[in-house]
């Protein structure tokens, strides 16, 4: 199984900052990843796929890049709904693997 | 707008069979892939499978063969079956739609139903 590695596990920003979560792959991967938010007691949501392209309806604040085996998921300003916890997800091969997560908590 | 809801017994006991189905609104189930994806509680999600609308499925090997994902198109649902069940398959599991221009990541997402294993 490709194994995603999330970093950092955790990290707490302020409302208006810059975040770059980092998830890589134990193999290259090519394109195929998709990130995904979760807040507490609900279901994931669908943010962004094939590394970079922006699921219809999520704000354009969210930004993702990358190819091969390292990837980014960037928050260019925050703001007080985007604290969840965010993961990653291999489709390059099964099984659809996915990261560990990395919670986003407000400073 | 598409809508899922997963229904199912709450609790079921070590070595019998988790049944868990998937009501799908807002869309035919007969023209996208669907698939399952638990979360144990406080953990990371996992892929269990998919069903194709070609009737293909795959599933994740480490449930060794236990898992059987199938499609009930005059209802518009879609059922999990996992047999042998343990402690370890206490989880929250969510029925998922398939992008359907990419089938390989997950767009739309049921509420999550928690099934507990536990005599």
């Known amino acids: 199984d490709i194994q995603m590695t999330q970093s950092p596990s955790s990290v707490s920003a302020s409302v208006g900052d810059r975040v770059t979560i980092t998830c890589r792959a134990s193999?290259?991967?090519?394109?195929?990843l998709a990130w995904y938010q979760q807040k507490p007691g609900k279901a994931p949501k669908f943010l962004i796929y094939?590394?970079?392209s922006l699921q219809s309806g999520v704000p354009s604040r969210f930004s993702g890049s990358g190819s091969g085996t390292e990837f980014t998921l960037t928050i260019s300003s925050l703001q007080p709904e985007d604290f969840a916890t965010y993961y990653c997800?291999?489709?390059?091969?099964?099984?659809?693997?996915f990261g560990q997560g990395t919670k986003l908590e407000i400073k | 707008q598409v809508q899922l809801q997963e229904s199912g017994p709450g609790l079921v006991k070590p070595s019998e069979t988790l049944s868990l189905t998937c009501s799908v609104s807002?869309?035919?189930?007969?023209?996208?892939?669907w698939s399952w994806i638990r979360q144990p509680a406080g953990k990371g999600l996992e892929w269990i499978g998919r069903?194709?609308?070609?009737?293909?499925?795959d599933y994740n090997p480490s449930l060794k063969s236990r898992a059987t994902v199938s499609v009930d198109t005059s209802r518009n649902q879609f059922s999990l079956k996992l047999n042998s069940v343990t402690a370890a398959d206490t989880a929250v599991y969510y029925c998922?739609?398939?992008?359907?221009?990419?089938?390989?990541?997950?767009?739309?997402w049921g509420q999550g139903t928690l099934v507990t294993v536990s005599s």
């Open positions: 998922a739609r398939n992008l359907p221009s990419s089938p390989y990541f997950f767009d739309y």
């Open positions: 807002g869309g035919s189930i007969s023209s996208n892939s």
């Open positions: 069903f194709y609308t070609s009737g293909r499925t």
């Open positions: 193999q290259g991967i090519s394109s195929w």
């Open positions: 094939a590394a970079s």
């Open positions: 997800q291999q489709a390059n091969s099964f099984p659809y693997t």
